[in-house]
């Protein structure tokens, strides 16, 4: 890794690799052993405030930046991203938890992405408008918004640096962005790679720290034009708090609590791999993660049985085994996940599989196993709060509506999978359904370019993803002209 080695107890401030101001550090651990892989700088309100004035110096140069010089930029910080797939992937699986292919894919989703905020990034424009005479003229234009604060979570950190920084770095933004201190490496390597692709200094910066310190400082920072909030509904209530105290617009991506919901006439042959995988990729900690299975009563019996056959089939272990699933990313998510497996039997759910740490052999690490739960009710636990661990809560339905009316007994509204070979059936369930996105017969948004990453409900309210994304970067600007200088003919 020696290319691409990340200096320790530093952060990326205006083109310096620099300590906190204190000299703080917070040590960076891996889940499978617990042990330190390495130290970042603990930045507080201090680092906060450099890393913001560094952004908003190199704001008006950025924003004057040709759209095509910035894709051009955007193109080789892809391009390098591509180059470096390996010791990228490697920085996050270790520090994530999850499997070296798994890392490997997050950097192939990140590379895609920066890529295509590259070329998009010239085809931004505003529209001219209709006017009432030929005397006037009118147009819209969109202008970047200034500093944009990112702040995301531990758990896909590259794909979402890159699913935030690339759309706004494109519009002319430039960016401080905050990474959980969990799990940090990977967008500090992937802000290493701007910086050699020739982001100036000041565009993006990345300043590691606690939540309630280095988060708190960049919510609340006067000079911050826009904030990006990925993370828990709880803390995305704060955020929003905080940009109201300065009235800047806020983009929240938040949790999900999403059902996979499997008509009778399904093919479970497609379906039950997709959604063992929906519920064990990354060990079920993603904001999409396929944590509600809600089965019709006819084939109840048989799904349950051959999702409980492949969760305990998932082999598990540490990163470099490159197993089916990793362990959980900390302490925290840990002791969070098995008081949810404690509390679930006297609840009066039935243990399918799972349950308890994956092997005696993996002592040394946050692992628990791929987990069923049967019989659940919707006033459970299990079913209404997300868990952010590989376990599953499984409920039966009798036809389309009671499927629809569980599928919306959420206070969540991310995403919403449907297995079922009748198309107008899978249609109409598409349009009931309280989600931002919708998959049929698939989990997620394979296949699809630029698939919008949207939200309803306390999952927030974002329109990340696709081309939209330029959009929820750019501020526009509506433009009237009276034109005085009439043709003398
Ligand atoms: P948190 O909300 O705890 O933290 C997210 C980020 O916010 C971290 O960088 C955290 O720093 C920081 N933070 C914490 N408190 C504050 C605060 N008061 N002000 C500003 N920043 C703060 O989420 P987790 O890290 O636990 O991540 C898991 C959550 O993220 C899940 O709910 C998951 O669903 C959601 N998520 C949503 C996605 C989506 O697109 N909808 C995608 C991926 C995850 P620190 O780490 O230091 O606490």
Not at 394 to 401: P, S, T, W
Not at 438 to 452: L, S, T
Request: proline share 7%; aromatic share 6%.
């Amino acid at each position: 890794m020696a290319d691409l080695d990340i200096p320790t107890a530093r952060q990326l401030v205006d083109g310096d690799w620099t300590p906190a101001a204190d000299g703080g550090e917070l040590p960076v651990l891996d889940p499978a052993t617990r042990e330190p892989i390495q130290s970042v700088a603990r930045a507080r309100e201090v680092d906060v405030d450099h890393a913001v004035a560094a952004a908003r110096r190199a704001a008006p140069g950025w924003a004057a930046t040709s759209p095509s010089e910035r894709g051009a930029i955007l193109s080789r910080w892809a391009a390098l991203i591509g180059e470096h797939v390996e010791e990228l992937a490697a920085y996050e699986a270790r520090d994530v938890g999850k499997p070296r292919s798994g890392g490997r894919l997050n950097m192939y989703i990140t590379q895609g992405i920066v890529d295509y905020f590259a070329g998009a990034a010239d085809k931004l424009t505003g529209v001219t408008l209709p006017t009432r005479t030929p005397d006037y003229f009118g147009y819209t234009r969109p202008e970047p918004y200034g500093v944009c604060a990112v702040i995301i979570p531990w758990n896909v950190p590259a794909v979402l640096t890159a699913a935030n920084v690339a759309p706004a770095l494109a519009a002319g933004n430039t960016v401080v962005l905050k990474p959980s201190e969990v799990a940090p490496l990977s967008p500090f390597a992937l802000a290493e790679l701007g910086r050699r692709a020739g982001l100036p200094p000041g565009v993006l910066n990345v300043v590691t720290g606690l939540g309630p310190e280095a988060g708190v400082a960049l919510t609340g920072h006067a000079d911050i034009d826009h904030i990006s909030f990925v993370g828990s509904t709880v803390t995305g209530r704060s955020v929003m708090r905080a940009a109201a105290q300065h009235l800047v617009p806020v983009k929240l991506e938040l949790g999900g609590k999403s059902p996979n919901v499997v008509f009778a006439d399904a093919d479970l042959d497609a379906a039950i791999p997709a959604i063992i995988a929906s519920i064990t990729e990354n060990a079920g900690q993603n904001c999409y993660a396929g944590s509600r299975l809600l089965v019709e009563e006819s084939i109840r019996a048989e799904v349950v049985e051959r999702v409980a056959a492949g969760m305990a089939a998932v082999r598990t272990g540490p990163w470099d085994q490159d197993l089916d699933m990793g362990p959980l990313v900390s302490q925290a998510q840990y002791e969070r996940v098995r008081g949810f497996l404690a509390e679930a039997p006297a609840a009066g759910a039935r243990l399918v599989v799972g349950g308890e740490p994956a092997t005696a052999a993996f002592d040394d690490g946050w692992y628990v196993a791929p987990t069923v739960f049967d019989q659940v009710d919707s006033d459970m636990r299990l079913v209404r709060e997300e868990i952010f661990g590989p376990v599953l809560a499984v409920q039966g339905f009798r036809g389309v509506d009671e499927a629809v009316a569980m599928m919306n007994d959420t206070d969540f509204g991310l995403l919403a999978c449907i297995w079922t070979t009748d198309v107008s059936r899978a249609l109409r369930v598409a349009g009931l359904v309280r989600a931002g996105q919708v998959a049929v017969n698939q989990f997620h948004d394979a296949g699809v370019i630029g698939f919008p990453f949207n939200m309803q409900k306390e999952s927030g309210f974002s329109r990340g993803g696709g081309y939209a994304a330029l959009r929820e970067y750019t501020q526009e600007k509506a433009v009237a002209v009276r034109l005085l200088d009439r043709p003398s003919a």
